[in-house]
């Protein structure tokens, strides 16, 4: 079964916080992690565990390799096309009207500062 397609049947907001456990259990060792082990990675940082969600994933991703998986889906994801043609295009037409306009110049704007990371009052799997 390809990554994609085991995607599409783990397609909620809440079964992807599970897979994302499920993943990081994988690249801690755990060659196949059980609920326990994701509930674990999930109570780690104070999220919530949907128990009918994560044993559907345990369940689609039981006995597969996950790096097969990965690389089947990513070999489906090549095959994707993009939209950004158009994007092309629209930098072509600019280019000109900007070489035009060359007696022009350009104000820099100074870099704002960077935020400091704050607590934003959510967790990243909830």
């Known amino acids: 079964m390809a990554l994609t397609s085991a995607a599409d049947k783990l397609n909620s907001p809440r079964e992807m916080k599970h897979v994302a456990a499920y993943l990081l259990a994988v690249l801690g ?3 196949s992690p059980s609920a ?3 509930k674990a990675i999930l109570h780690a940082v104070d999220a919530k565990v949907d ?3 994560l044993e ?3 369940k689609e991703l039981q006995g597969k390799s996950v790096e ?3 690389a ?3 070999k489906k994801m090549a095959s994707v096309s993009v939209a950004a043609a158009p994007a092309a295009g629209a930098a072509a037409a600019a280019a000109p009207a900007a070489a035009a306009g060359g007696a022009k110049k350009e104000e820099k704007k100074a870099p704002e500062p960077e ?3 704050a607590d934003m009052g959510f967790s990243l799997f909830d």
């Open 115 to 117: 935020e400091e990371e």
């Open 51 to 53: 128990d009918a969600a």
């Open 56 to 58: 559907k994933v345990v």
């Open 36 to 38: 326990a082990d994701v």
């Open 72 to 74: 089947e889906g990513t």
């Open 29 to 31: 060792g755990k060659a």
């Open 68 to 70: 097969e998986l990965i």
